[in-house]
């Protein structure tokens, strides 16, 4: 089993969901983050003045797949993901040791 996180723009989560739902893959959690990287944050203009904000805001989108299904999933969030411009995000992949579905007790790929 892979975690995958990707942190991607806001505009765009629905996209991925949609993908991965296409795929069978309807487990997704998503958190509303804050971060910066090559954009340096952005800038925004309050009472007239202009402003630099250090951070922009992003999605995290946190999704557990079969170890079999990590591919393709990872191409489903990438191709709706990106529009090719700074910004468009990170993806993480890291193994899962261990999951457990607390209604039922089922273990591994049975809990997903």
Aim: charged fraction near 30%.
């Amino acid at each position: 089993m892979q975690m995958i996180e990707a942190v991607i723009k806001p505009s765009k989560v629905d996209d991925v969901k949609a993908a991965l739902s296409r795929l069978g893959i309807l487990g997704v959690t998503a958190f509303e983050v804050k971060g910066f990287g090559r954009q340096k944050g952005h800038t925004e203009r309050y009472r007239g003045a202009r402003m630099d904000v250090g951070f922009v805001p992003k999605v995290m989108v946190k999704i557990a797949v079969r170890s079999e299904d990590l591919d393709k999933a990872l191409e489903a969030v990438v191709s709706t993901a990106r529009t090719g411009e700074v910004g468009d995000g990170k993806i993480f992949v890291y193994p899962i040791a261990r999951t457990i579905r607390i209604r039922t007790g089922e273990e591994n790929d049975d809990a997903l």
